[in-house]
């Protein structure tokens, strides 16, 4: 897969568009042109990556801030569900009728829950350590101090490694309390409902995760009937700012070529 170069400065080439819903002024961030791929955040809120921008080459990138990590908290939705509804709408909102859905880590719960509700509006879903399977991971309840260094096994890589604002972790902890952090580590009322999940799936988890541990991703291997599982190597949680290319050549080449992207395009040697 060839990609143009992207900006020097990281998300240089996004930019910046609100829509409203349920009393929110979300906002979202774009780039690129062609087939539209949605971007929901981890519970550190809305970020840029290196591995977005080699994205943004090729396709239109949407990095849409989920309700509750603006300057408003969320004290409404009161369940997964209720987000994800939250989230489609907005979607709906920005103009998209069709497009690829990316959930990344607490993004990737509410993802899921879309997914259920909206497979129609979905053309392929990646879930980037999705954490509604926790088994052997850090609690989302633990202090920023002690999580945030399991996420990046290079946190000398761009994006420069940097702790969150605490303001921002008290505005958004309730929240991710009620949704996540009070769930349990394996959530059994979403396993049941899963298999029904038809959506053309990838799940990736870097292999050095220390937040979620990968082993993880095989129970969604497992309950999803139409699932792809990859490991990215040398990789932590983060795996988009970790191993920006590699991250990019697979999510690129599934959002191509769905279930043929394990086939190279051509003849070609790829170093882990």
């Given at each position: 897969m060839t990609h143009t170069a992207p900006p020097e400065t990281v998300g240089a080439g996004f930019t910046e568009h609100t829509v409203e819903i349920d009393g929110f002024?979300?906002?979202?961030?774009?780039?690129?042109?062609?087939?539209?791929?949605?971007?929901?955040?981890?519970?550190?809120?809305?970020?840029?990556?290196p591995a977005m921008d080699l994205l943004a080459t090729r396709y239109r990138i949407v990095l849409l801030e989920i309700p509750g990590f603006g300057p408003q908290a969320n004290d409404i939705?009161?369940?997964?569900?209720?987000?994800?509804?939250?989230?489609?709408?907005?979607?709906?909102?920005i103009g998209l009728?069709?497009?690829h859905l990316i959930g990344i880590s607490f993004g990737g719960v509410a993802a899921t829950h879309l997914a259920?509700?909206?497979s129609e509006t979905l053309i392929s879903l990646v879930l980037e350590a999705p954490a509604a399977f926790r088994e052997g991971g850090a609690s989302p309840s633990n202090p920023p101090s002690e999580i945030l260094p399991l996420f990046r096994a290079h946190p000398e890589r761009t994006p420069p490694f940097q702790m969150p604002d605490p303001d921002f972790t008290r505005h958004t902890g309730p929240m991710i309390h009620r949704l996540l952090a009070s769930r349990p580590e394996y959530d059994q009322e979403l396993a049941d409902r899963l298999p029904e999940l038809s959506t053309r799936t990838?799940?990736?988890?870097?292999?050095r995760d220390g937040v979620i541990p990968p082993h993880n991703g095989r129970t969604w291997r497992q309950l999803?009937?139409?699932?792809?599982?990859?490991?990215?190597?040398?990789?932590?949680?983060?795996?988009?700012?970790?191993?920006?290319e590699s991250y990019a050549e697979v999510v690129g080449d599934w959002l191509a070529r769905g279930w043929q992207f394990l086939v190279p395009e051509q003849d070609t040697v790829i170093n882990p």
């Open positions: 002024t979300v906002r979202y961030q774009q780039s690129g042109t062609g087939d539209p791929v949605v971007v929901l955040h981890g519970a550190g809120g809305l970020q840029h990556t939705h009161q369940t997964m569900p209720e987000l994800a509804e939250a989230i489609a709408q907005a979607i709906a909102n009728e069709r497009y259920l509700a909206h990838l799940v990736i988890f870097g292999d999803l009937p139409n699932c792809s599982y990859i490991l990215v190597h040398d990789a932590a949680h983060d795996i988009q700012c970790d191993r920006p």
